[in-house]
């Protein structure tokens, strides 16, 4: 049995799941600086499950369009949070139908017995608050990447 090399890598869309404080982290320097319109959140109380459709930087081909020259890239990706037991918001006005939010970052703040309160940190000192039973996320693009309207790749701490 051979290991897979980096040569044997193809370019697929993503489809990852967390379920840890370690996984979400993955799923959160993945989307961070993602823009979405704030229409595109959705709250599924029955459901317990809270969505966005984000625009995300495809951070995992930044290396690949610098090296090649060519342009960056966004993505249409689905952001889903299953296990929600309540949402709440702080500078963000749902009525306000045309803004569009930029998402900075995702932590998790442990409770009891694995619950806690997953946070959504948006530019602009905005905020989302999951109160999750678990962490159960998933990040899944959905579109074919598309170039970066900005052209540019946003600052991204390493």
Do not use: C
């Not at 610098?66 to 990706?77: I, L, P, S």
């Not at 952001?79 to 929600?84: N, Y």
Request: charged residues 30%; proline residues 4%.
């Amino acid at each position: 049995m051979v290991d897979a090399s980096f040569k044997d890598g193809r370019e697929a869309p993503l489809n990852l799941g967390a379920q840890d404080a370690e996984d979400l982290q993955v799923i959160a320097t993945l989307s961070q600086d993602a823009v979405f319109p704030i229409t595109e959140m959705s709250w599924r109380a029955k459901e317990r499950r809270f969505a966005i459709l984000l625009n995300r930087f495809r951070w995992e081909d930044r290396d690949a369009a610098e090296r090649r020259k060519r342009a960056y890239e966004r993505v249409q990706a689905l952001l889903v949070f299953d296990d929600v037991l309540s949402v709440a918001s702080q500078g963000v006005d749902r009525s306000e139908a045309d803004m569009v939010l930029s998402l900075l970052s995702i932590a998790f703040e442990p409770g009891e017995d694995g619950a806690g309160e997953i946070v959504l940190t948006l530019a602009g000192d905005g905020a989302i608050r999951l109160r999750v039973e678990a962490i159960d996320a998933t990040l899944k693009d959905v579109t074919r990447p598309y170039i970066a309207p900005s052209k540019h790749a946003p600052t991204h701490p390493e």
